[in-house]
């Protein structure tokens, strides 16, 4: 896009130091084309990116969210499993069927590396 909006909107003692004028004599309609085409893409590029970076913080948030709730609503067994896991151990061998595990788990709440991963 720089090169092509660089040969479309230079001045004519530009492009003759350049050397351009019979590149341009020949192909000056797809220069702009070129232009054209290459400013859209950047344009769609740069959108596609500004809506990554707007829903990335928004499932950021209701995530931070989610977790929040979830810890408000932990009964002391699950909050001693989550403490453990956080201060003290790193992995911890618990079964299954203990109900506090079954509700973490379908909380899809889950300790990895020291932060809180779902």
Do not use: C, H
């Not at 000056?28 to 809506?51: C, D, E, H, Q, Y």
């Amino acid at each position: 896009m720089i090169v092509s909006a660089t040969l479309l909107f230079a001045t004519p003692d530009f492009i003759i130091r350049l050397k351009m004028v019979e590149f341009m004599k020949y192909y000056g309609k797809w220069v702009g084309i070129a232009f054209l085409v290459s400013s859209a893409l950047l344009i769609i590029v740069l959108l596609a990116w500004i809506w990554r970076e707007i829903e990335g913080k928004w499932q950021d948030r209701k995530y931070k969210k989610y977790i929040l709730t979830n810890i408000k609503s932990m009964d002391f067994d699950e909050q001693a499993i989550m403490r453990e896991l956080l201060f003290n151990a790193s992995t911890l061998a618990l079964p299954f069927t203990n109900p506090s595990v079954a509700s973490l788990s379908s909380k899809r709440l889950s300790i990895r590396w020291g932060t809180m991963e779902g």
